[in-house]
Nanobody, 125 residues
Framework: VQLQASGGGVVQAGHSLRLSCAAS????????AAWFRQAPGKEREFVAA????????YYADSVKGRFTISRDGAKNTVFLQMNSLKPEDTAVYYC???????????????????WGQGTQVTVSS
């Protein structure tokens, strides 16, 4: 499967953005889909994950209550709705997918075999 991330941009603090991750080749139907981010000079970090069978969601503490991960009904696209954005949310955001990850590993980038190319999110103060 190929993943294409989009939706990034430049916004002011307190505003919202919705990122999209479109799958081609097959649908998001099993395993986990996730979003990670990497700020300049920092390691890539977990943001959110969605269990594709069942719909359970998991979030980093830093985004809990502000970000929402979801999937469209056709199962072709996974979204990350980001509200109340802060300057510290500035990063390149990556979507990822794994059909074999287990729950204990979903916050690790090593659990994901398929990655999108990244989309830049910049939040100004």
């Amino acid at each position: 499967v190929q993943l294409q991330a989009s939706g990034g941009g430049v916004v002011q603090a307190g505003h919202s953005l919705r990122l999209s991750c479109a799958a081609s080749g097959r649908t998001f139907s099993s395993g986990y889909a996730a979003w990670f981010r990497q700020a300049p000079g920092k390691e890539r970090e977990f943001v959110a994950a969605l269990r594709l069978n069942g719909g359970h969601t998991y979030y980093a503490d830093s985004v809990k209550g502000r970000f929402t991960i979801s999937r469209d009904g056709a199962k072709n696209t996974v979204f990350l709705q980001m509200n109340s954005l802060k300057p510290e949310d500035t990063a390149v955001y990556y979507c990822a997918e794994s059909r074999s990850a287990i729950l204990s590993s979903i916050r690790s980038e090593r659990a994901y075999a398929n990655w999108g190319q990244g989309t830049q999110v910049t939040v100004s103060s």
